[in-house]
């Protein structure tokens, strides 16, 4: 392989923020099935600024299909907005239809990939926290078809994807079949979208370029577990390898009883994964190794576990939501667990629409035990009957919340506590899922010890955690320093929940 695709671009660190929410996005759409109509694919987008924002959409690289639109939002307001269905990538294809978001302040964007019995949706990150590496999920058997896209953020940007080893990974691009493990090289211009589709697993393609890109993962529609007929889409855009972790807390999906199905993905070889947790308050542990970077584990758990998952090196979790059975009404859908290393503080964001109707719609949570009481949701503190979960070999609860459909806040009353958030809808053969947010800290591009400023989310330690100590003269982390790598405001009594 040539030398150009052993270079990586890393980001310089800066002393600001790098989070899921920005000011410039560029976003695409996977391919999806269609059987009866076309339903627009839809963008959300809000704010957590308290003043106006002037939103930007528009597609640069393409006048057909095209949106040109320009709109305010702003805090408690979010604003849906409807492209074209010709936006959709298909099959496997170079073309031009990223959809570009500017913004003069920070904004939150969901991209929502909707049809009839075949919707999933996910939280669209920023150009600026953007990437170099990437490896890609799926499912599999993916039914009809496993599928990633590249985006493009510059001008001439070389990429370099290996397909991963996997049975029956066959993918057509001029007149040319490339199958496992092999390479296919392109160049790609900003605006442009490259898509790859096959019917063999995709998970762990491997993505290099010399730029920064955007890549969007899942299935076209399919199956998920064994538990019944229906399919779904499913689709993500994925962390960059730099911001995978090698902590993580595991939420089940909400009122379920068949079980949830993770997909565990290495960057490096013979990592080793720990799971402990509860199934309705029985202790559950498990090790096993995933040998090969790129490759993955894949388990199914039980609908009551509650865990704790700690990698060796860092890995990225996928959590699947199985398809429904003729007891419950839900389907597949494909979430990013957040790593706790990039929790952040709060969070605006807003839930998607159902193609038939309403979805019942969950806020899925990890926060700190001793001060749960302060998790506020919308301003309120969460019912007095909420249940919490302790997480095993933690600090950490975890819990899921009913939630109205609408625009929502999530925050807690001490300033320095971090949340894990995950929304998650079901409904009658289709379910969406997605984090609300999370830092994009580069935690695994290698790591310089800085001086601190509080809460400026920097892993001044290099331990691997992001402003993990809380700022009250104690060694919160157990590293043997004290209040080195502090949260968000000073700890006072008035504060805690």
């Keep these: 392989m040539n030398s150009l695709w052993r270079v990586l671009i890393l980001l310089p660190l800066a002393n600001c923020a790098l989070d899921s929410r920005g000011t410039h996005f560029l976003i695409a759409f996977l391919d999806n099935f269609t059987k009866r109509q076309d339903i627009s694919p839809e963008i959300f987008i809000t704010t957590a600024s308290n003043t106006p924002v002037h939103v930007h959409v528009t597609s640069p690289g393409t006048s057909n299909p095209h949106v040109n639109q320009s709109f305010v939002v702003s805090r408690g307001i979010v604003h849906q907005l409807t492209?074209?269905?010709?936006?959709?990538?298909?099959?496997?294809e170079m073309s031009h239809k990223a959809i570009e978001i500017t913004a003069n302040k920070d904004i939150v964007v969901y991209g929502v990939n909707r049809e009839v019995h075949s919707d999933d949706g996910y939280l669209a990150l920023p150009t600026d926290v953007l990437g170099s590496e990437y490896y890609t999920i799926s499912y599999a058997p993916s039914y009809h078809y496993c599928v990633f896209a590249v985006i493009a953020t510059e001008?001439?940007?070389?990429?370099?994807?290996?397909?991963?080893?996997?049975?029956n990974v066959s993918v057509s691009y001029r007149h040319h079949t490339y199958h496992r493990n092999q390479w296919i090289n392109v160049t790609m211009n900003r605006y442009d979208t490259f898509q790859i589709s096959s019917v063999g697993d995709l998970t762990g393609s491997h993505v290099i370029s010399d730029y920064p890109v955007g890549v969007i993962s899942g299935n076209k529609k399919t199956i998920v577990g064994n538990t019944g007929n229906s399919r779904d889409h499913l689709t993500e855009m994925l962390l960059p390898i730099r911001a995978w972790g090698k902590n993580f807390v595991t939420v089940p999906?909400?009122?379920?009883?068949?079980?949830?199905?993770?997909?565990?993905?290495?960057?490096?070889?013979?990592?080793?994964?720990?799971?402990?947790?509860?199934i309705n308050g029985t202790l559950f542990s498990e090790h096993f190794i995933i040998r090969h970077a790129g490759s993955h584990a894949q388990k199914m758990y039980s609908s009551f576990l509650y865990s704790h998952v700690v990698a060796s090196k860092p890995i990225a979790l996928y959590e699947f939501s199985v398809t429904q059975n003729r007891h419950e009404n839900s389907d597949p859908s494909l979430i990013t667990?957040?790593?706790?290393?990039?929790?952040?503080?709060?969070?605006?964001?807003?839930?998607?629409?159902?193609?038939?109707?309403?979805?019942?719609?969950?806020?899925?949570?990890v926060t700190d035990a001793?001060?749960?009481?302060?998790l506020l949701l919308d301003g309120h503190r969460l019912p007095?009957?909420?249940?919490?979960?302790?997480?095993?070999?933690?600090?950490?609860?975890?819990?899921?919340?009913?939630?109205?459909?609408?625009?929502?806040?999530v925050s807690h009353s001490n300033p320095s506590t971090t949340i894990g958030a995950i929304l998650f809808g079901k409904a009658n053969r289709e379910s969406y899922g997605f984090?609300?947010?999370?830092?994009?800290?580069?935690?695994n591009s290698g790591c310089r010890t800085h001086a601190m400023t509080i809460g400026d989310e920097i892993d001044n330690d290099c331990d691997g955690e992001v402003d993990e100590e809380h700022c009250d003269g104690k060694d919160s982390d157990g590293d043997g320093r004290i209040d080195e790598d502090c949260m968000g405001e000073e700890i006072t009594s008035s504060l805690v929940g």
Aim: aromatic share 12%; no cysteine.
């Design 435 to 443: 984090p609300i947010g999370l830092l994009m800290a580069p935690i």
């Design 337 to 365: 667990v957040p790593p706790i290393e990039q929790y952040a503080t709060d969070y605006t964001f807003t839930t998607p629409k159902y193609s038939l109707g309403q979805y019942q719609n969950y806020f899925m949570f």
């Design 384 to 409: 007095h009957e909420q249940k919490y979960v302790h997480i095993p070999g933690t600090h950490l609860v975890g819990g899921y919340i009913s939630i109205a459909e609408g625009t929502h806040t």
């Design 253 to 278: 999906i909400p009122e379920r009883n068949v079980g949830d199905i993770f997909r565990f993905v290495a960057s490096q070889d013979n990592t080793e994964v720990n799971i402990t947790g509860k």
């Design 155 to 167: 001008n001439n940007t070389h990429v370099a994807i290996k397909l991963p080893s996997h049975r």
């Design 370 to 374: 001793k001060h749960k009481g302060g």
């Design 83 to 92: 492209v074209s269905p010709d936006f959709r990538l298909n099959h496997t």
